[in-house]
């Protein structure tokens, strides 16, 4: 919690501290909620919880959203599993932006997953750290 970190710092300097994405918009109302829940239940005051959790709990493709000058100590992900096969057949424009921007779309076949590692660790500071989601590989 807040208080067991800095208790003198003000709820609203917390706006940079966290950052989360979806793409589905009804999945990102139900976490903006949950965090307005779990930040009144610490002493947050509803109007600057519902402020944070709209600010951390962000709508949009992760890999496409501008992130500026980030550098994290943590990045957390879920990454989806999808074969860019799959993916070319209903979000083309966005395969070819991966392959623009990302090494690990530049050639071949590949799951999307691996672009949001590669995305994931360009957000890092020098001492941070990547937490994945990674499915089990068949021989590693």
């Not at 001492?127 to 089990?136: D, P, Q, T, V």
């Given at each position: 919690?807040?208080?067991?970190?800095?208790?003198?710092?003000?709820?609203?300097?917390?706006?940079?501290?966290?950052?989360?994405?979806?793409?589905?918009?009804?999945?990102a109302?139900?976490?903006?909620?949950?965090?307005?829940?779990?930040?009144?239940?610490?002493?947050?005051?509803?109007?600057?919880?519902?402020?944070?959790?709209?600010?951390?709990?962000?709508?949009?493709?992760?890999?496409?959203?501008?992130?500026?000058?980030?550098?994290?100590?943590?990045?957390?992900?879920?990454?989806?599993?999808?074969?860019?096969?799959?993916?070319?057949?209903?979000?083309?424009?966005?395969?070819?932006?991966?392959?623009?921007?990302?090494?690990?779309?530049?050639?071949?076949?590949?799951?999307?997953?691996?672009?949001?590692?590669?995305?994931?660790?360009s957000?890092l500071?020098?001492?941070?750290?990547?937490?994945?989601?990674?499915?089990?590989?068949?021989?590693?």
């Open positions: 919690s807040r208080s067991q970190v800095n208790p003198s710092l003000p709820w609203e300097r917390l706006g940079d501290c966290l950052r989360g994405w979806d793409l589905q918009d009804d999945h109302a139900t976490t903006r909620t949950l965090v307005t829940r779990v930040l009144k239940r610490a002493g947050c005051p509803s109007d600057t919880a519902a402020h944070l959790a709209g600010v951390w709990v962000q709508v949009g493709d992760f890999l496409l959203a501008d992130h500026g000058l980030l550098r994290a100590d943590v990045v957390i992900g879920n990454p989806p599993y999808i074969r860019i096969q799959v993916l070319k057949e209903w979000a083309p424009l966005e395969v070819e932006y991966y392959k623009r921007r990302y090494r690990a779309a530049g050639k071949g076949n590949y799951d999307i997953y691996v672009v949001f590692v590669e995305k994931g660790l957000l500071n020098e001492r941070g750290r990547l937490l994945a989601i990674a499915r089990e590989v068949a021989g590693a």
